[in-house]
T-cell receptor
Framework: AQTVTQSQPEMSVQEAETVTLSCTYDTSESDYYLFWYKQPPSRQMILVIRQEAYKQQNATENRFSVNFQKAAKSFSLKISDSQLGDAAMYFCAYRSARSGGSNYKLTFGKGTLLTVNP | EPEVTQTPSHQVTQMGQEVILRCVPISNHLYFYWYRQILGQKVEFLVSFYNNEISEKSEIFDDQFSVERPDGSNFTLKIRSTKLEDSAMYFC????????????FGEGSWLTVV
């Protein structure tokens, strides 16, 4: 079974600074998807960024980018020019790309609570 | 932008009562899910649903739970005989066809069992 580990329960960053959130995962599969979801105090789950494992290029979405290291099974999220609205719980998640079986569910890490200081 | 909608946003129920949580997935999506998040814990998969049947369920999803797609738009989660430990945020989610790879979540239904 796949597992997702977020080793940083909490992180803080100064407004306008850059912060990196860590995520590692364990899988025997070669094709899969990785996601970062943001959960603000409203508790809605908002997709931040997505990475396909077959793509070598790291995904970017405006101020958000990932460092995907497939061999190391590492998927970190970098937030540049942090804003007060970035304060939230961030979850890393894994989804298999394999046809059939349990390929449609997301497996989540425990989350990292990000605080942005003004 | 299309979104998954859930009702109610918050429900308080007496222990032992039945609860139905409702969801309207994104209209062109074919795969539907329920996830649960107990306060302070990570999000856990409950069940996935495709072509009017359960495609996968977790060990959490026992006989107390059931899902249904009663019409062309709604997707419901029924919890029978609720227990205190069922108190959690319940997220509905949906994704596109088999080739789709992103799961979109609703805003959640916060269930409090007293």
């Amino acid at each position: 079974a796949q597992t997702v580990t977020q080793s940083q329960p909490e992180m803080s960053v100064q407004e306008a600074e850059t912060v990196t959130l860590s995520c590692t995962y364990d899988t025997s599969e070669s094709d899969y998807y990785l996601f970062w979801y943001k959960q603000p105090p409203s508790r809605q789950m908002i997709l931040v960024i997505r990475q396909e494992a077959y793509k070598q290029q790291n995904a970017t979405e405006n101020r958000f980018s990932v460092n995907f290291q497939k061999a190391a099974k590492s998927f970190s999220l970098k937030i540049s020019d942090s804003q007060l609205g970035d304060a939230a719980m961030y979850f890393c998640a894994y989804r298999s790309a394999r046809s059939g079986g349990s390929n449609y569910k997301l497996t989540f890490g425990k989350g990292t609570l990000l605080t942005v200081n003004p | 932008e299309p979104e998954v909608t859930q009702t109610p946003s918050h429900q308080v129920t007496q222990m032992g009562q039945e609860v139905i949580l409702r969801c309207v997935p994104i209209s062109n999506h074919l795969y539907f899910y329920w996830y649960r998040q107990i306060l302070g814990q990570k999000v856990e998969f409950l069940v996935s649903f495709y072509n009017n049947e359960i495609s996968e369920k977790s060990e959490i999803f026992d006989d107390q739970f059931s899902v249904e797609r009663p019409d062309g738009s709604n997707f419901t989660l029924k919890i029978r005989s609720t227990k205190l430990e069922d108190s959690a945020m319940y997220f509905c989610a949906s994704s596109e066809t088999r080739s789709g790879n992103t799961i979109y979540f609703g805003e959640g239904s916060w269930l409090t069992v007293v």
